[in-house]
């Protein structure tokens, strides 16, 4: 099976949270990350979290680490439709020095 | 945007004719990445460089080569095309030290079409 899953499409509305969510397989994982993909473009990174942190707020983003579950949630409030794009989870396997691995990406459609 | 530039933007070859991309980056970061993004798969890594001729494989190396003789540009060549090896290939940069540590910049991608 894939090492990062992440469910394939979300919609909201505009205005409402989204919660992207994401599990990952290696406990030794150090670093967890979040990407966002526009159309057309490259990936940007949105923001990151340690494995020994639970909770992590960034303005309008707040990633939830469960290390015992391998689980990451990406959520965004007051979503608007500037923020339709593809997201993606990604760990950091092996370690500090290991590659990143990704997930296959989420597709957020936000609705007007 | 970081300064990291990717050529050509769209190519369309043929089965069996050798390829070149091109990542250029004017951030002098030290680790430089070529991945493909293909539908259902996400982004998988070809091969990574962490240094002036220091090149190792990743995830989907065969059938791709890679050289970096100056720190800012970091070649992948597809010695024999295949249709196989149509996706979006995609650039990436780190300064490889700092709290993240992480692949921060992407270029904006090549999309490879081999017929």
């Known amino acids: 099976g894939e090492d990062v899953e992440q469910s394939l499409f979300l919609s909201v509305r505009e205005g409402d949270s989204s919660v992207i969510n994401c599990t990952y397989t290696d406990s030794s994982s150090t670093y967890l990350y979040w990407y966002k993909q526009e159309p057309g473009a490259g990936l940007q990174l949105l923001t990151y979290i340690f494995s020994n942190m639970d909770m992590k707020q960034d303005q309008r983003l707040t990633v939830l680490l469960n290390k015992k579950d391998k689980h990451l949630s990406l959520r965004i409030a007051d979503t608007q439709t500037g923020d339709s794009a593809i997201y993606f989870c990604a760990e950091r396997k092996g370690g500090s020095q290991g590659n990143l691995i990704f997930g296959k990406g989420t597709k957020l459609s936000v609705k007007p | 945007d970081a300064g990291i530039t990717q050529s050509p933007r769209h190519k369309v070859t043929e089965t069996g004719t050798p390829v070149t991309l091109r990542c250029h980056q004017t951030?002098?970061?030290?680790?430089m990445y070529w991945y493909r993004q293909d539908p259902g798969h996400g982004l998988r890594l070809i091969h990574y460089?962490?240094?002036?001729?220091?090149?190792d494989k990743g995830e989907v190396s065969d059938g791709y080569s890679v050289s970096r003789s100056k720190t800012e540009d970091f070649l992948l060549t597809l010695e024999s095309a295949t249709s196989s090896q149509t996706s979006v290939y995609f650039c990436a940069i780190s300064a490889g030290t700092g709290v993240a540590n992480t692949e921060a910049f992407f270029g904006q991608g090549t999309r490879l079409t081999v017929v």
């Open positions: 951030e002098n970061h030290r680790y």
């Open positions: 460089s962490y240094g002036v001729k220091d090149t």
